[in-house]
Nanobody
Framework: QVRLVESGGGVVQSGGSLKLSCAASGMIFSINAMGWYRQAPGKQREFVAS???????NYVDSVKGRFIISRDNAKNTVYLQMNSLKPEDTAIYYCNTAVGRGSYWGQGTQVTVSS
């Protein structure tokens, strides 16, 4: 069974940095694309970044130049390095992958950016 576990969230001041991790199990990690999404209070969940099995990355415009997604296939882990954080980045951040016909989510990790 696919399991995704996020960690690394916390409270940081505006302009600060955080690095999120998502550890995957129950899947062949190296052949799957991975993504990060976020959901702010009162808003819909939105795409943040993704990385293919080959390492190609994609970002939502609002985080380009500030966030970096990466993966370590030896550790079955995907990361999201978040720099120059803004209060509007405050949200629960979720890891996501699709395996076969299923889409899997972690439990989320809270990121709070204070102004």
């Amino acid at each position: 069974q696919v399991r995704l576990v996020e960690s690394g969230g916390g409270v940081v001041q505006s302009g600060g940095s955080l690095k999120l991790s998502c550890a995957a199990s129950g899947m062949i990690f190296s052949i799957n694309a991975m993504g990060w999404y976020r959901q702010a209070p009162g808003k819909q969940r939105e795409f943040v970044a993704s990385i293919t099995a080959g390492g190609r990355t994609n970002y939502v415009d609002s985080v380009k130049g500030r966030f970096i997604i990466s993966r370590d296939n030896a550790k079955n882990t995907v990361y999201l390095q978040m720099n120059s954080l803004k209060p509007e980045d405050t949200a629960i951040y979720y890891c996501n992958t699709a395996v076969g016909r299923g889409s899997y989510w972690g439990q989320g990790t809270q990121v709070t950016v204070s102004s």
